[in-house]
């Protein structure tokens, strides 16, 4: 399922002296198959943006198109929406609600039309995918779990109704780097199965350049980038221009060529400035 988002503005609390631009036509298109990243300061736009694509914001002006459902129509079919695109906010543990993991699990499928049965099967299918056994936690509350395991439980919430595009935004908030890992590890696991589409937004560049294929930047509502990690970072005038950092991968690739020491490689993560380093040395 292909999203084209066609000149889409947004402004909050419009003709009061609170009035604030978030989006300033931005148009792009997210291509079945990506792992899109949006990227910006904070108050760039990005988690505004990221609540139109399962209308949880409502569009004031522009179109998005997601596949053959038109959401700038009066009455959109809301919940085939976010049955096809599944949000997971910061810090999801949050979502959870229910006074036990398998019903918090199945509330999705069940609220999409899933029998009691097809509901128990996909619940089940997504705890497997998020490495956690419904019979072993399935009877117990999400609030008992540690911290790791809420977070799992929440994206099984998400994923449970099967949707084809996964939006989430700052998914590693709060973890430490193994955390990180697993998480972003999970999300293109995912990807392998039925998740066609993930749009990640995030502050931590090194999770963009090792994860993303696509990267837009928002700047102060606007969008001034459209491109691939690889020209982003070792794009200076992009970089230096808003208040983005580079990954640390790039500084150590930048801190080298200032010392002679210039490595043939984009270096978007650990394997290949290493790479490359191997390379320079021989």
């Known amino acids: 399922m292909q999203i084209v988002i066609q000149n889409l503005s947004y402004v ?30 904070t108050g760039s736009g990005k988690s505004t943006l990221s609540r139109h694509l399962n209308a949880l914001i409502r569009i004031q002006s522009g179109k998005i198109l997601l596949g053959d459902i038109d959401l700038s129509q009066k009455k959109p079919d809301l919940k085939e929406v976010r049955k096809k695109v599944g949000m997971l906010f910061q810090f999801p543990e949050y979502q959870l609600f229910a006074d036990t993991v398998r019903k918090d699990v199945e509330f999705g499928p069940k609220n999409f039309g899933m029998n009691e049965a097809e509901a128990a099967k996909s619940a089940a299918e997504a705890m497997r995918l998020v490495g956690l056994d419904m019979g072993e936690i399935g009877e117990k509350s999400p609030f008992e779990l540690s911290g790791g395991q809420m ?79 690889a020209i982003l970072f070792n794009d200076s005038d992009i970089i230096d221009n808003t208040e983005l950092d580079y990954p640390h991968t790039i500084k150590i690739k930048r801190m080298l060529a200032a010392r002679g020491f210039v490595i043939d490689t984009p270096a978007l993560t650990v394997k290949e400035l290493a790479a490359g380093v191997a390379r320079r040395l021989k």
């Open 12 to 41: 909050y609390s419009p003709k009061t002296p609170f009035e604030k631009v978030a989006l300033d036509n931005v148009s792009f298109t997210v291509n079945e198959g990506d792992t899109l990243g949006i990227v910006g300061a």
């Open 151 to 229: 977070r799992r439980v929440a994206i099984a919430g998400v994923i449970a109704s099967r949707p084809e595009v996964l939006v989430l935004d700052e998914p590693t908030a709060g973890l430490d780097p193994a955390g990180k890992r697993e998480i972003l590890e999970l999300v293109t696991a995912l990807k392998s199965s039925f998740v066609k589409t993930v749009v990640i937004i995030s502050h931590n560049m090194d999770e963009i350049a090792e994860y993303c294929n696509r990267v837009v930047v928002l700047d102060e509502g606007k969008l001034i980038a459209d491109t691939t990690p």
